[in-house]
């Protein structure tokens, strides 16, 4: 099912909203200071062609960093990319097969407004284990 979800939200948005975490990343990636956003819309772009059966998490490792780059992400590419979300989720949420695909849009809207200290990770592994270095037999 989620094959089928993917193929369908991949012809009917995720291609065009791909394209602008792309374009964002891009320019973002034109200054050295604003690498980092370059990186993160990459991701998010990743994510928006492909988003069923992949989830967002917090990463255990994010700071005060995280949070100053998200104020700055927020104003200058989250607003906008997150009211493309919302548009895209309220023109296919009109049929019946879209309110799938419309619920993916407004599942992507944090992560839109909010990316740095996230990580997109596969629902089978929906969290981090709770140490950098989980136990295995062997180890002191």
Do not use: E
Request: glycine share 10%; hydrophobic share 55%; with cysteine.
């Amino acid at each position: 099912m989620r094959l089928i979800l993917n193929i369908i939200w991949l012809i009917f948005g995720g291609l065009w909203l791909a394209l602008g975490y792309f374009v964002a990343g891009v320019i973002c990636c034109i200054l050295i200071i604003t690498i980092p956003f370059g990186i993160a819309s990459f991701r998010i772009g990743v994510y928006a062609l492909w988003p069923f059966g992949k989830t967002v998490v917090d990463k255990p490792t994010s700071g005060v960093g995280s949070l100053i780059g998200n104020v700055i992400w927020l104003i200058l590419c989250g607003i906008w990319l997150a009211i493309g979300h919302l548009i895209s989720a309220i023109a296919m949420a009109i049929t019946i097969i879209g309110i799938p695909l419309a619920l993916a849009n407004l599942k992507m809207i944090p992560i839109s407004l909010m990316p740095l200290g996230k990580d997109i990770v596969d629902v089978s592994t929906p969290s981090y284990p709770s140490t950098p270095y989980p136990y295995q037999p062997g180890n002191p």
